[in-house]
């Protein structure tokens, strides 16, 4: 209607003024999931955590390692036996339940295996001397497709 009497250019600019705002608002509220999920994740990691600082120190010494060893592909193949082909899809900041306690680690999910490595060595005992190693849980290998 609008265009007939002449109003086509603030017809038009009003058209993209609404469009880029309705782009905007979906973008807003997509960064406002992602916040609350962030959010919600790490109030429950800190929650399961067995000291609220330890668990805050320990994220932040992980990041800074992350960081400083080129990041968590890197990390991910200088700890454990990849293949060739073989990607890291995803890793997570999580705690392994083990009867010594929870221990806080990353959980790396890759092409080809969901693997679990310590953030810090744990101590354990040899010929009466106490040693360090970090702990990895058991490598579970996905069938071929």
């Known amino acids: 209607m609008l265009r007939n009497c002449g109003f086509v250019v603030l017809s038009d600019s009003m058209n993209n003024v609404r469009d880029v705002l309705g782009r905007w608002g979906k973008k807003v509220g997509e960064a406002t999931r992602k916040a609350e999920d962030l959010a919600g994740n790490t109030w429950q990691h800190l929650k399961t955590a067995p000291s609220l600082t330890d668990a805050a120190l320990g994220r932040i010494a992980q990041g800074t390692k992350v960081l400083a060893e080129g990041g968590y592909e890197k ?9 060739p082909e073989e990607q890291l899809k995803n890793s997570y900041a999580c705690y392994l339940s083990t009867s010594a306690g929870p221990v806080m680690g990353i959980l790396y999910v890759s092409t080809a295996k969901l693997a679990f490595c310590s953030d810090n060595p744990l101590s354990y005992k040899a010929d009466n001397k106490t040693e360090w190693s970090y702990y990895k849980g058991p490598e579970c290998a996905f069938p071929p497709f």
């Open 75 to 83: 990390i991910f193949k200088q700890t454990f036996d990849t293949i």
